[in-house]
Nanobody, 127 residues
Framework: QVQLVESGGGSVQSGGSLHLSCTTSPRTNRIMAWSREAPGNEERERVSAVSDSGTATYAESAKGRFTISRDNAKKMLYLQMDSLKPEDTAMYYC??????????????????????WGQGTQVTVSS
């Protein structure tokens, strides 16, 4: 079992920045990812994922604006979000894959690869 707790959400104006954090318990070598669910949208969009060695993948919507990172010693996952847009407004979730990072050739973005989820942190971007 992996327990995940997100923090760092809030309200910002368009063009602003936010830094999301996720604590993991216990320390894990799984792929870690950020996903988001916008209001009225039942689909949970994958944003970015990172392996335990730091290899990252990004959705097109996140490339060039978001940076995912992790600190394995501190059991932390991060998402630095810059140049935020109103369409980034969503509940952001931290997730951990079903298998260790070594089982994957690259960090996947497909939802079915992730077994453990946090409760989410709300991000609101106003225009």
């Amino acid at each position: 079992q992996v327990q995940l707790v997100e923090s760092g959400g809030g309200s910002v104006q368009s063009g602003g920045s936010l830094h999301l954090s996720c604590t993991t318990s216990p320390r894990t070598n799984r792929i870690m990812a950020w996903s988001r669910e916008a209001p009225g949208n039942e689909e949970r969009e994958r944003v970015s994922a990172v392996s335990d060695s730091g290899t990252a993948t990004y959705a097109e919507s996140a490339k060039g604006r978001f940076t995912i990172s992790r600190d394995n010693a501190k059991k932390m996952l991060y998402l630095q979000m810059d140049s935020l847009k109103p369409e980034d407004t969503a509940m952001y979730y931290c997730a951990a894959s079903g298998y260790a990072s070594a089982a994957y050739s690259s960090p996947p973005l497909a939802r079915y690869e992730y077994t453990f989820w946090g409760q989410g942190t709300q991000v609101t971007v106003s225009s």
